[in-house]
């Protein structure tokens, strides 16, 4: 499984953005797909995720509400919608592809993942 993660940028405190991963070279309808980030000098963590099949979907505690996670079964591509940016929210962020299971706050249960995408949020 490819994975591309695009739509990352500057955007200013209080404000949205939407990032994209786009999945190919297999089908992902078994998968778990997570999003997740890291920041400079901070460990990677994870943000949210979807199960493909079903379309469960899980946050972060600390972002429920403010991140969601949503999926395109037709163009093979899942979304992380972040609103009320923060500062702290300023990462790399990564899309991910792995087996589905409960474990999908885990790094280590995904598989496959993207390059990376990234967001900085400021004034």
């Known amino acids: 499984v490819q994975l591309q993660a695009f739509g990352g940028g500057l955007v200013q405190p209080g404000g949205s953005l939407r990032l994209s991963c786009a999945a190919s070279?297999?089908?992902?309808?078994?998968?778990?797909m997570g999003w997740f980030r890291q920041a400079t000098g901070k460990e990677r963590e994870f943000v949210a995720g979807i199960r493909w099949s079903g379309g469960s979907t899980y946050s972060a505690d600390s972002e429920k509400g403010r991140m969601t996670t949503s999926r395109d079964s037709s163009k093979n591509t899942v979304y992380l919608q972040m609103n009320y940016l923060k500062p702290e929210d300023t990462a790399v962020y990564y899309c991910a592809a792995g087996p589905a299971g409960p474990y999908y706050r885990d790094s280590n249960s995904y598989t496959y993942w993207g390059q990376g995408t990234l967001v900085t949020v400021s004034s």
């Open positions: 070279g297999r089908p992902v309808r078994n998968y778990n």
